[in-house]
């Protein structure tokens, strides 16, 4: 089997932790190795500032930066980004506002991502429901050094979707309700 070299660019910090404390050993089992990095949301001139989705036009720049950095046609990149609160410059975002179908939405969404990337090594993914969201499906996934800050977090987005009596996966790029 051959190996294969695998670099995703996540959304935030728990996004991250879970490529490498869960999905690398996983994914190492088939021979395909992972590098995660966050998505690049401003820098200095002594330091680079990473974590949140805050702008598509951003998010394109560091993938096709990164592209550029690592030109071995072996490697491919994705990326690992929530359907929920996509920036309203996301890549044909009005059209997709269109689209009912929430999977059908995320496939739209991922094809316009991947032509205007233009990479074959490239391949978008986004989830339909908020990564955070899957880790409170699993309480024991918070057994791992949960902070103060991340139970609190949960603890307001569990809230906050029992009160509204909706699903997050209802909402898509640039729509509300957003959490408190």
């Known amino acids: 089997m051959k190996f294969i070299r695998l670099n995703i660019t996540v959304e935030g910090q728990t996004e991250e ?48 930066t990164w592209l550029k950095e690592d030109r071995n046609s072996d490697i491919c990149f994705t990326t690992m ?6 920036p309203n410059d ?35 993914y986004i989830q339909l429901h908020e990564f955070e969201a899957l880790v409170l499906a699993n309480a024991r996934n918070l057994e791992c050094e949960p902070t103060a800050k991340s139970v609190s977090l949960v603890k307001r987005g569990y809230s906050f979707w029992k009160n509204v009596g909706q699903s997050p996966t209802r909402y898509g790029p640039g729509q509300s309700p957003e959490p408190a």
């Open 17 to 64: 932790r879970f490529v490498k404390d869960t999905l690398a050993s996983h994914l190492g089992h088939f021979d395909i190795s992972t590098d995660v990095r966050r998505v690049l949301t401003s820098k200095d001139k002594y330091k680079a500032y990473r974590g949140g989705l805050l702008s598509y036009a951003r998010a394109k720049k560091d993938i096709e």
């Open 81 to 86: 980004f929530d359907l929920y609160a996509l």
């Open 90 to 124: 996301f890549s044909c975002c009005e059209e997709a506002q269109r689209i009912n179908d929430p999977y059908d939405k995320v496939a739209f969404l991922e094809q316009a991502m991947n032509d205007e990337i233009g990479d074959h090594r490239f391949f978008a």
